[in-house]
């Protein structure tokens, strides 16, 4: 068996299929993390052949690297660069020719990411050899820092499509289920504020309801608004159930680097309402065909694509929901592990 090893800020849902796939290809995967996920109640399961392992057990990069050399790993995955620790290993296994991969979804956004662009030849050069970007804004990123083309892997973030595509659209034929699904964290970077509010525009609904599914502090008035109903922070198995019993997936965002949600919504087979500011519409939503984006700074922008979507006959839904589930298909997990280890084949 072979070790690769990743160091990471936390575990979540998304990493499980991609650890999956590595081991059906033969190899024993290391997870350094922080050993809390950070603004979720998500716990990975046990899983044969992954280990975890708390970073915050090593203080000193001697002892980190020595305890690393024992993994003999063929490759070191970090998730982005802002740990110290992460990024001197990174640099001192570059040195001996073992492959280090930076995943990161960070949008290129300019500001002060140019101190970024012009510290990174003895920065982000010296710890990595390849940049795995999310998409096609981040492979800007990527080439501002200083990476060719064949350093940069791309789709480095996939939802659980098996698990996803499992949710029946064919059931929404005999009675189209009108309802906007939203699922997240109820927090001020949502802008939930703005949904509600232009829930509360909308003059007539025609029957469709607004579901948010989350954790996290809602305004207590919000909770009185007609049409609204409010769940728990629920498994992905149970969300694949939220997805089939809903007529089109609302993320509202005021910013989003990525947003895997948009990947999973689209599997289930969902028509999309998305914020223009996250990363993941350029590659899973086209605007008339599987949805529509919006601006989330303009409450009317949002009202008016939820018209759009409530004056669609269930025919023109069902057709948006096949359509969302095709482009989901460009990016799975298999192709996320395959990617990461094609750079040993080469």
């Known amino acids: 068996m072979k070790n690769i090893v990743f160091f990471n800020l936390a575990v979540m849902p998304y990493h499980v299929p991609i650890f999956k796939e590595l081991i059906s290809k033969g190899y024993i995967i290391h997870v350094f993390w922080y050993a809390a996920a950070p603004k979720t109640s998500y716990r990975m399961p046990n899983l044969l052949n992954v280990n975890l392992y708390n970073r915050f057990s090593f203080t000193k ?194 910013f989003e680097q990525w947003s895997l949600a948009i990947h999973e919504f689209s599997s289930a087979g969902l028509p999309l309402l998305c914020s223009r500011n996250c990363g993941a519409i350029y590659h899973f939503l086209i605007d008339g065909y599987n949805g529509y984006s919006f601006d989330p700074n303009n409450i009317d922008s949002l009202v008016n694509a939820l018209k759009q979507i409530i004056n669609h006959s269930d025919e023109d839904l069902i057709k948006m929901s096949y359509r969302s589930r095709e482009i989901s298909k460009r990016i799975n997990p298999e192709i996320v592990a395959s990617t990461l280890i094609s750079i040993l084949k080469n």
């Open 61 to 254: 990069k001697s002892d980190f690297i020595q305890f690393i050399n024992r993994l003999s790993p063929e490759l070191i995955v970090c998730s982005g660069w802002t740990d110290d620790l992460y990024n001197h290993t990174c640099a001192y296994y570059k040195l001996k020719n073992i492959p280090t991969i930076v995943i990161s979804d960070t949008q290129w956004r300019g500001g002060k990411q140019w101190f970024n662009v012009f510290t990174s030849w003895f920065r982000h050069k010296k710890y990595f050899s390849y940049f795995f970007a999310a998409g096609i804004l981040q492979y800007e990123y990527a080439r501002k820092l200083g990476f060719n083309p064949h350093q940069i892997l791309m789709n480095s973030l996939s939802a659980d499509t098996t698990l996803f595509l499992t949710a029946d659209i064919e059931q929404k034929k005999k009675l189209y289920p009108k309802k906007f699904l939203f699922v997240g964290r109820f927090a001020p970077e949502k802008a939930l504020d703005i949904l509600l509010e232009a829930w509360k525009r909308l003059e007539d609904k025609h029957g469709w309801i607004l579901e948010l599914v989350g954790e996290g502090a809602l305004l207590n008035d919000a909770l009185s608004i007609d049409g609204l109903i409010v769940k728990d922070f629920m498994s992905q198995k149970d969300l694949v159930l939220e997805a089939q019993n809903s007529g089109c997936f609302v993320l509202p965002s005021r």
